[in-house]
């Protein structure tokens, strides 16, 4: 079942990244300083995603029976969803790479297509693609996800709750590793993050409670405009929470928003009537290139940027990252409909005839 207002959570996710690496390009590319902005949308934004990733997997995952074979079958949609688009990414700005003289090492491109985290000197994640750091943590999910479908039990989210805390109260306490090499590999992709992952199963199981008892749970007010003040109140959290001292009550603030929004996203309602449904739609299309647009959207921001240093075009700050958030959502629509779809049916259909094969091939004659 499709949740427009989910798509919308997620098209409003990558514009926060989108508009972010917007003003660090315009810093960058024309000599400007930006300075740091008040409130790290894009670090909201990815935590949001998070959230979302957590409970698209729950729902696409509790209605698998458990067991290897379905433990497989969702390892292997989920690659299809996601490698297609990320490899050819990887490799077209490692090629880009390579023309400017500074090619990435064999290590760090197969390193990236893997999923295995590496550092740069100043201890960040960098994969060949900078923006791929965030699916190394969905791989993790994904693993814990998969090793957790072997079991037919019904307890099997709660473990997977469990799980994702257990690694992050280890890592905060140093047992997963601090030296160099594959120990600390760990450490990288084992953070607090994956605690959106858990709060967006935590949504998925409580949505399904919601469901069955048929509750309203906000009443007459449209779980839209809940989601969309949760996401508003964590950007005013931010912008006045900004003191380290401050730093944890932000982060969890910022987790009960996300958790918030993605509960409320997740509830089925009549949607909005007349003229708002249409102009909502292009925000639900949007979520559907999201994957897209995060991935591409620094493929746009260099160009636009180098065009206006060449021809010495000013255009304030503000507004280049909202043109480029408008342009790279596009593209991600159009990348999403004509490269994404065609091959995700391609290999899925690949795959299901696969599974139909070795069925029919295991049935008793």
Request: glycine fraction near 8%.
């Amino acid at each position: 079942m499709k949740l427009p207002n989910i798509q919308i959570l997620r098209a409003i996710a990558a514009a926060f990244v989108v508009y972010i690496h917007a003003l660090g390009t315009y810093d960058v590319k024309l000599a400007v300083t930006v300075g740091d902005p008040m409130v790290d949308l894009g670090d909201l934004g990815v935590k949001l995603f998070f959230c979302i990733s957590g409970f698209i997997i729950f729902t696409c995952s509790t209605k698998l029976s458990g067991g290897f074979r379905s433990s497989l079958d969702f390892f292997v949609k989920r690659c299809i969803r996601i490698l297609p688009l990320y490899y050819a990414a990887t490799s077209i700005y490692a090629f880009k790479l390579a023309l400017q003289g500074k090619p990435p090492s064999l290590s760090e491109y197969f390193s990236s297509l893997l999923f295995i985290p590496y550092a740069d000197q100043s201890g960040l994640m960098r994969p060949v693609l900078g923006q791929g750091w965030t699916l190394n943590f969905e791989m993790v999910f994904y693993v814990l996800t998969t090793l957790l479908l072997l079991s037919r039990s019904r307890l099997r989210y709660h473990v997977l709750v469990a799980s994702l805390v257990l690694v992050v109260a280890l890592n905060y306490h140093g047992l997963m590793g601090s030296n160099a090499g594959a120990v600390s590999a760990l450490s990288l992709i084992t953070t607090e993050l994956l605690l959106f992952f858990a709060g967006g199963v935590i949504v998925g199981m409580g949505a399904v409670k919601a469901r069955a008892l048929g509750t309203r749970p906000f009443g007459k007010l449209p779980p839209l405009v809940v989601a969309l003040t949760a996401v508003a109140v964590a950007v005013f959290a931010m912008a006045t929470l900004r003191d380290l001292a401050a730093a944890s009550l932000l982060f969890w603030v910022e987790w009960v928003c996300c958790v918030l929004a993605v509960f409320a996203a997740s509830i089925p309602d009549e949607g909005v009537p007349g003229f708002g449904a249409v102009l909502l739609q292009p925000l639900v299309k949007a979520g559907d290139g999201s994957y897209s647009t995060y991935l591409l959207h620094g493929f746009f921001m260099g160009p636009a940027a180098r065009l206006l240093s060449f021809f010495d075009i000013y255009v304030p700050m503000q507004w280049f990252a909202a043109v480029m958030v408008l342009v790279c959502t596009v593209a991600g629509v159009y990348c999403f409909k004509y490269f994404e779809l065609p091959i995700q049916r391609v290999l899925s259909n690949f795959w299901n005839a696969r599974q139909e094969t070795e069925v029919t091939q295991q049935k008793p004659v």
